[in-house]
T-cell receptor, first 112, second 114 residues
Framework: SQKIEQNSEALNIQEGKTATLTCNYT??????LQWYRQDPGRGPVFLLL?????KEKRKERLKVTFDTTLKQSLFHITASQPADSATYLC???????????FGKGTTLSVSS | DAGVIQSPRHEVTEMGQEVTLRCKPI?????LFWYRQTMMRGLELLIY????????DSGMPEDRFSAKMPNASFSTLKIQPSEPRDSAVYFC????????????FGPGTRLTVL
């Protein structure tokens, strides 16, 4: 079955450093991968989508890579700020192309 | 613009009672999704509607769960009878026709079944 793993449940870094979050998947080749941000008590918010033919995508301080050989996506936040503290979820389009499958998320804490 | 609206935001009920969760998608969006989020299992898709028609309900856990979308601006998720293991946060999300890959989530309903 399709499986997604976000390697770390929690990541703690200092303000100004680059945060790198990992998403690994197995057993299929998704057409695209997405990253969402979720704050406590709120719904996930879409951040970025990267397609299987794209190696890298950037948006402001965010950068996402997608390695279909390694079956892995990396999500980077450069010059991190305490306001970046949240849970970050990766999501893949399922093999049927009908729905997203979400990872359990990595909770990032940025301390000043 | 109003985002996805869900009600109630919190629901506490006793085992065996019927629970109805409500969702109003973003105006103009043609796809609607119901998800459940727990610490153990993360965010799981329950059911997906496109143009008010259920397309994929394979995530609905059992017959106690049902969902309807009578029109483009309203959907309900019903649990009858409710059980303690149904306690979770239930999210509704919608996506527009022109960008079907992007989902906009509501604030969620936190359900506690005692």
């Amino acid at each position: 079955s399709q499986k997604i793993e976000q390697n770390s449940e929690a990541l703690n870094i200092q303000e100004g450093k680059t945060a790198t979050l990992t998403c690994n998947y197995t057993n299929y080749s998704p057409a695209y991968l997405q990253w969402y941000r979720q704050d406590p008590g709120r719904g996930p918010v879409f951040l970025l989508l990267i397609r299987e033919n794209e190696k890298e995508k950037r948006k402001e301080r965010l950068k996402v890579t997608f390695d279909t050989t390694l079956k892995q996506s990396l999500f980077h936040i450069t010059a991190s700020q305490p306001a970046d503290s949240a849970t970050y979820l990766c999501a893949l389009l399922n093999q049927a192309g009908t729905a997203l499958i979400f990872g359990k998320g990595t909770t990032l804490s940025v301390s000043s | 613009d109003a985002g996805v609206i869900q009600s109630p935001r919190h629901e506490v009920t006793e085992m065996g009672q019927e629970v109805t969760l409500r969702c109003k998608p973003i105006s103009g969006h043609n796809s609607l999704f119901w998800y459940r989020q727990t610490m153990m299992r993360g965010l799981e898709l329950l059911i997906y509607f496109n143009n008010n028609v259920p397309i994929d309900d394979s995530g609905m856990p059992e017959d106690r769960f049902s969902a309807k979308m009578p029109n483009a601006s309203f959907s309900t998720l019903k649990i009858q009878p409710s059980e303690p293991r149904d306690s979770a946060v239930y999210f509704c999300a919608s996506s527009p026709r022109e960008a079907p890959d992007t989902q906009y989530f509501g604030p969620g309903t936190r359900l506690t079944v005692l």
